[in-house]
């Protein structure tokens, strides 16, 4: 090992924070860094083919992990990953971008150097990041320890990202390693407010003979999951967002699906709009995931946030997500309100119904223009697929992957019908299901697969991409075979942005896609045979894959291009769409 530097207190705290592996590419304004990151004993550099998807692999490991980093070199480099980092920004995702800069002394002297703009001015590239992340330290020799902690504090606690920027002389100067572990600010609740909100609920629902709760991501990202869970197990009915698919678990009998605004199914819209009080926890209602903001909550509401509980017009400050569920939790279950959990658990599902024969209409005040409301999305059971040698559709290709996932999985589904295709089917317990509906980033999830995978090697990845997102971060593909990380890769194989032809240009050739030979391109990119790649045209064919994965010993990298017709839309995503070309072509004037 070298001497202990500004380098090795940063990956010391790394680590500390559970981080082990950094992503991204050299240069060399990072490259003695690097030599550091080699012999780190408990961080591993996975280099990858561009810095987006760099980015996009530490915020997916950051997702399973609590915190993800990768590293770039000065302004070429770092501008290429800003596009990942304002989507870990978005989406509540705790990122460190750490970024190798010129030396101080090249900075002092002004001078046209590489990567720059060649105007003197080294401060560009770290004024854009301010925009994209919670926190920014400028290293020098004198604050860096300092500057080191507040940003990881600051991520950590924001879940939010942060950027670290590190001048080549700065990153090898000496410095001592962390002598106490970091101390993070402790998130405790006002014991007077919760005192105060406890009153509040028990007001909220004295007269109420039905309650139900809504949950979001946010749930996730303030760690608030187990104290949801244990609410949840008293026997409340609840729905989940699109995007916090991930905090619930979807095979409990009280799970009545997403709830996606007036695109719901019938089941999810009166558990969420007919009560009479709802908790809704964790919730930020995008366009993609609200139906286009057609949600429609009841008179009563408890909105638990980050840090503050409304209760009606009332707001409680300074209350932790999770113990705001603990004081909704002991009121409800003294109210005698909700069922108990083992008559409850024990109770059928209601039957999914077409959206034909929704017994329920949302509340008459509430309701848009007849013309704007799209029909209903009923929740779709993996045993409705087609035959099973039928030429596979949208319909059989999800229904077909549904039916094999299992506990453990993570699930992660591109913007594309992938998403959508996928937001009607219940998942098994224990499967965690990531997505990205706020950024909505195209390409995002083939690298976001390998960073999750590298974050927990126990668990089976599957990625759902379509060939237009494919074709933007493909590269991370040899990055998985070189590492050897075995997954599922699912494309969607529909000759184009088969999204976007919902939404305007159904056939507009700028909807097309340059045509690829899937399995050739994998083939290209393996040049040490660890992928099997099958061109799936059954749905059969699909289940064959998923099957041969496992006779493989789940050793492998399982590539299925799906080939389906290229103007076949889910059902759910036909809805949005109508929405959304609505929406763009509204005008205010
Ligand atoms: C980085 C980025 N560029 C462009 C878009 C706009 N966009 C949204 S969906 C989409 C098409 C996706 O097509 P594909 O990945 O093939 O999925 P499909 O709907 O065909 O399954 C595009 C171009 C975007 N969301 N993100
Ligand atoms: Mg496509």
Known sequence: MGEANVTTYLLDRLSEAGVDRLFGVPGDFTLAMLDDVEEHPSIEWVGCANELGAGYAADGYARIRGLGAVCTTFGVGELSAINAIAGAYAEHVPVIHVVGAPATTTQAAGRATHHTLGDGDFGHFARMTAEVTHAQGLLTVENAAAEIDRVIRETLTERRPGYLLIPADVAKAPLPAPDAPLALDAEASDPASLAALHGAVEAAIADASSVSLLAGILVHRMGAEAALHELLALGVPHAVSLWGRRVVDESSAHYV?????????????????????????????????????????????????????????????????????????????????????????????????????????????????????????????????????????????????????????????????????????????????????????????????????????????????????????????????????????????????????????????????????????????????????????????????????????????MFIEAVVPPLDVPPLLAALAGQASRANARRDD
């Not at 697969?449 to 990845?461: E, H, Q, T, Y």
């Not at 999204?499 to 305007?504: K, L, P, S, T």
């Not at 340059?514 to 059954?538: E, I, L």
């Not at 059969?540 to 492998?556: N, S």
């Open 257 to 557: 699906g997403p709830y996606i605004g007036a695109v719901s199914s019938p089941e999810a819209l009166a558990a969420v709009e007919d009560v009479d009080v709802l908790i809704v926890v964790g919730e930020q209602f995008t366009d993609l995931t609200s139906g286009f903001f057609s949600q429609h909550l009841p008179e009563t509401t408890i909105e638990i946030g980050p840090r503050s509980v409304r209760v009606g017009d009332e707001v409680f400050g300074s209350v932790a997500m999770a113990d705001a569920l603990a004081v909704v939790g002991e009121v409800l279950e003294a109210s005698g309100l909700v069922g108990g959990a083992a008559d409850a658990a024990d109770a059928p599902l209601a039957p999914v119904t077409d959206g034909a024969e929704a017994a329920v209409t949302p509340n008459a005040e509430a309701t848009p223009e007849p013309d704007a409301l799209p029909p209903p999305v009923a929740e779709v059971t993996a045993e409705a697929a087609g035959a099973a040698d039928d030429p596979l559709d949208q319909a059989g290709l999800w229904d077909a992957v549904a039916a094999r996932l299992r506990e453990g999985d993570v699930v992660i589904a591109d913007q594309g019908t992938s998403f959508y295709g996928m937001g009607t089917h219940r998942m098994p317990h224990g499967v965690t299901f990531i997505g990205q509906p706020l950024w909505a980033a195209i390409g995002y999830t083939l690298p976001a697969l390998l960073g999750a995978a590298l974050a927990d090697r126990s668990r089976r990845p599957i990625v759902l991409i379509g060939d237009g997102a494919a074709q933007l971060t493909i590269a991370e593909l040899g990055t998985l075979i070189r590492d050897r990380v075995p997954a599922v890769v699912v494309v969607v194989n529909n000759l184009g942005y088969t999204v976007e032809r919902a939404i305007h240009g159904l056939t507009a050739a700028y909807n097309d896609i340059a045509p690829w030979n899937w399995t050739a391109v994998v083939k290209a990119f393996d040049p040490t045979g660890f992928t099997r790649s099958v061109s799936a045209r059954t749905a059969a064919d699909v289940t064959g894959a998923f099957e041969q994965y496992d006779r493989l010993g789940g050793q492998r990298l």
